[in-house]
């Protein structure tokens, strides 16, 4: 059986520039300048094995710049070390352990690499998960190995890898240079300080290592040696005082993967644990919280609040990973992608710091997942979310189908809503949150949402302004061919630099 990308996640299998792109409707606010930036998996050319899984295939950056009421846009395929030996050899190099047993769900490509003369020192880091801004640059990052790639925020050129990547720790698999630590794909960053609280998992002890990297490229690391046990550690929380990592029992093993039993897991039997870590001191003593709750899983953390001696720890909430496992699914099953596999609502962990425990409650029914907040307030106190909202789908029991932007005052519960699309075949992607002006008020300028027509191969930009995006988009912009899927990204404002030529910092050496 061959495992394919399509629908939605039809490959975007061709690099473009648009040096501007046609306003559908409405126009672009003139005082807005910056990039949204967003990454996903793509084909670069068909795999040995015959299986297109998302881990086997390439990062591509897409950039949109947004300048003087102008909109330009590029997409580029991170030059990764596979990508660069595979464009050399000119075609495909890398076989996997577990695509060589099977070609059904369980076919993940998270298995060892098969080792001969051409890949011996290739890395699985493919930079296919996450884009974010750090250092005056942004950075392609992948999951399970590889430091992130520092790419040019105009250009989308690859510059390679930072310093600080030789100071990541191992990820699911034996390193094969000093570049192939590991970080997961969701770091927070100090709006302040410029910070980058980040970190990277394995599966064999230590579990989890946390890495905070300065601006300056200073790294301090501190592996969590009491961690409980192995888990897929991909976000996290930050709040006014703390780092909080959640042990969920969403587990992951290349050992399991290398035997054709899928490399995911979902040991719902294992109590959910918190660990909090003082964030002005990586070496103080871990809080550890546990908490009797039923099975339930958080993949992608919207924000924290600190109220007296409470944490409020919101993110939309699943009663299971949406990734299949080997107690859901058994050899021969089909793949079943993300939304399509289990739902999520908006959902809250109250942590009481004086009873070190958390209860969990839903705040809305409305399915939901992609959330964002206003950038700038990572680490602080805060009142707006915004997330993607979905109705059910008829594909499958349980899967949902994305197409409503929710903008919500997490302290009240009131909240505007608006249809991004009520076409099946129309795809949202995760927003971005960009400020009115630089200084501007939590939460105050605009909304933009990555929209993937992939029945047309076609694709769009709706922006709306937080005023009322109930109101509708106040525009829209084309892109004028198929919009890759691309589900995480992030905006960077270039308002605090005088060009966007002093953006690109000088390379590490």
Request: glycine share 8%; with cysteine; proline share 9%.
């Amino acid at each position: 059986m061959r495992v394919q990308q399509r629908g939605v996640f039809w490959p975007m299998a061709f690099e473009a520039t648009v040096p501007e792109c046609r306003i559908i409707e409405g126009a672009i606010p003139k005082d807005i300048y910056g990039g949204l930036y967003h990454n996903g998996p793509t084909v670069r050319r068909p795999q040995r094995q015959g299986v297109e899984s998302v881990f086997t295939t390439d990062g591509m950056v897409q950039g949109l710049v947004l300048e003087n009421g102008k909109a330009s846009f590029r997409n580029r395929w991170v030059r990764t070390p596979k990508f660069l030996a595979e464009e050399a050899a000119g075609e495909s190099l890398i076989e996997w352990e577990d695509l060589a047993i099977s070609q059904d769900w369980r076919a993940m490509g998270l298995g060892d690499i098969i080792r001969n003369e051409q890949t011996r020192y290739l890395s699985h880091n493919t930079a296919l998960v996450n884009v974010f801004p750090f250092q005056g640059s942004i950075f392609a990052c992948g999951e399970q190995a590889g430091s992130p790639l520092r790419m040019d925020p105009i250009t989308l050129e690859t510059y390679g890898f930072p310093t600080w990547g030789k100071e990541l720790s191992r990820g699911i698999h034996e390193p094969v240079d000093e570049y192939d630590g590991n970080m997961a794909p969701h770091p927070k960053f100090d709006p302040d300080t410029g910070m980058l609280y980040a970190w990277g998992y394995s599966d064999v002890r230590p579990f989890v290592t946390l890495h905070w990297i300065k601006p300056d490229g200073t790294v301090q690391s501190r592996p969590i040696n009491d961690a409980p046990y192995n888990t897929v550690a991909h976000d996290a929380w930050l709040s006014e005082n703390y780092f909080i990592l959640p042990f969920q029992p969403f587990t992951i093993s290349s050992e399991k993967a290398n035997k054709g039993l899928g490399g995911y897991g979902w040991e719902a039997e294992k109590p959910i644990q918190l660990a909090l870590i003082n964030r002005f001191d990586i070496n103080s003593e871990i809080i550890w919280i546990t908490a009797d709750l039923p099975p339930q899983y958080m993949m992608h953390m919207l924000s924290a609040n600190e109220v007296g001696d409470k944490i409020l720890l919101d993110a939309p909430l699943f009663g299971r990973p949406p990734f299949q496992t080997d107690e859901m699914s058994k050899p021969g099953d089909p793949f079943i992608p993300f939304f399509q596999l289990a739902p999520s609502k908006l959902g809250r962990w109250t942590i009481d710091l004086t009873r070190k425990t958390f209860t969990s409650e839903v705040l809305d029914d409305v399915m939901c997942e992609l959330p964002k907040i206003d950038e700038r307030f990572f680490g602080r106190p805060y009142d707006w979310g915004v997330i993607v909202g979905g109705s059910p789908s008829d594909s499958r029991p349980g899967a949902m189908r994305m197409d409503t932007l929710i903008r919500r005052n997490m302290r009240t519960g009131e909240d505007k809503r608006v249809k991004l699309t009520q076409d099946r075949h129309e795809s949202p992607f995760e927003p971005a949150f960009i400020p009115r002006t630089v200084d501007a008020p939590e939460g105050d300028g605009y909304i933009i949402v990555p929209v993937s027509k992939f029945k047309e191969h076609v694709g769009e930009f709706q922006m709306f302004d937080t005023d009322d995006i109930s109101a509708g988009p106040i525009c829209r912009i084309e892109l004028p061919f198929h919009m890759g899927w691309t589900p995480h990204g992030h905006w960077m404002d270039f308002r605090s630099v005088p060009s966007p030529h002093m953006l690109s910092v000088e390379l590490d050496t």
